[in-house]
């Protein structure tokens, strides 16, 4: 990890190493995958040509979303008229379980896409 003495340094360090810099991201916020990835981007690609990013690395989002620990609160959500309302982490993936099972009930599969409104 670069070591810097202050933000600017940090922001020069990240924008000239920008596969090592997002290669440190990954491992600060603890990225879990069930492939590690084989390269973070292909430097040599300019940015409009999209490169890949984390190439081979195969991740399940929400997982990622949800691996705090059980009583740390996920979502403070108010409104007019309404108290405040805290979500654990763990009454968050007992949600995310039974939305997903129904989901799978009726016939949702990989791939498919899903939307809302």
């Known amino acids: 990890m ?3 003495e202050n933000y600017e340094d940090l922001w020069q360090w ?3 190493n920008i596969g090592a810099f997002w290669g440190e991201v990954w491992q600060y916020t603890g990225m879990v995958s069930s ?3 084989e390269q973070v ?3 040599s690609l300019n940015p409009a040509d999209v ?3 984390f190439k081979g690395a195969r ?3 929400a997982e990622n979303l949800l691996k705090y620990d059980d009583d740390h609160v996920a979502i403070i959500a108010t409104g007019e008229g309404h108290g405040v309302t ?3 982490y763990k009454e968050l993936r007992e949600k995310v379980r039974i939305c997903a ?3 799978r009930a009726s016939g949702v599969v990989k791939g498919d896409r899903i939307v809302g409104q």
Do not use: G, H, M, Q
């Open 2 to 4: 670069f070591n810097a």
């Open 14 to 16: 990240s924008v000239k």
């Open 35 to 37: 492939t590690p990835y």
């Open 41 to 43: 981007v292909d430097e």
């Open 51 to 53: 490169p890949e990013w």
């Open 59 to 61: 991740i399940n989002y």
């Open 86 to 88: 805290k979500v654990t």
């Open 101 to 103: 099972a129904a989901l």
